[in-house]
């Protein structure tokens, strides 16, 4: 079938039907085809996952090549709220999807996303009904804590990664959906990276692929 966003899909390494699903999310001015270099290093090590690298819904206002789940430029914080929930909607018809091609509960599928792509994976995995298996989110924030504190619905297991040196979305970000999720008695992980920019480093990477062996092997 074909899903609502262009994708880039990366299939499991004998064509067989897959087990689970990793849905990766770029971030902002990026595309599916830029994370696909992650799915494409984990593949090696996870045979029976297909991994879904879509383009955000939106071309991007700073970058006529790039895409973006929502505007950020000159935009109130309500307004990103607003404009957020509608990229929301989007990447859920995408999980809804992907959850039919493959015939798979939403527990079998992981939501991954890097700087924007991690807040809206983020928001979107914590207000589902149904609810997916976790969510790693690298260099990003929660988009407005109190809306995610007023709508949360499902507890999917989170690990949440960031550098010190991120001055594109500061690692203060983390710290504070650290302490919103503390406040709700939600326990995640957390891992900052040292002299680390706005970047997924390797071993980023690595931490992300042992928390998916952990989660759906």
């Known amino acids: 079938m074909g899903y609502s966003l262009n994708t880039t899909i990366i299939n499991t ?7 689970n699903a990793v849905i990766l999310c770029h ?52 307004e990103i709220l607003t404009k957020s929930l509608v990229a929301e909607i989007k990447l859920n018809k995408l999980i809804d999807e992907v959850k039919v091609e493959y015939d798979f509960s939403a527990d079998k ?23 997916i298996n976790s969510i790693i989110g690298y260099s990003g924030k929660i988009i407005d804590t109190k809306h995610i504190e007023n709508n949360i619905k499902a507890r999917p297991d989170i690990i ?6 991120d001055e594109v979305v500061p690692v203060s970000f983390l710290l504070e959906a ?5 406040r709700i008695n939600y326990e995640i992980q957390t891992k900052i990276f040292q002299n680390c920019e706005h970047r997924i480093p390797q071993e980023g990477s690595s931490l992300g692929l042992e928390f998916i062996k952990k989660k759906l092997y």
């Open 13 to 19: 390494s004998d064509k067989q039907k897959p087990d």
């Open 27 to 78: 971030g902002y001015g990026g595309d599916g085809n830029d994370i696909s270099i992650l799915a494409n290093y984990w593949k090696n090590y996870l045979p029976k996952t297909v991994f879904i690298c879509p383009d955000a819904p939106e071309k991007c206002a700073v970058s006529p090549t790039g895409f973006q789940w929502f505007d950020l430029m000159d935009q109130t914080s309500d």
């Open 109 to 131: 599928i992981i939501l991954c996303g890097f700087s924007q792509g991690c807040m809206i994976s983020l928001q979107t995995g914590l207000k589902r009904q149904d609810k």
């Open 160 to 165: 949440l990664m960031h550098g010190d040196k």
């Open 178 to 182: 650290k302490e919103l999720f503390n």
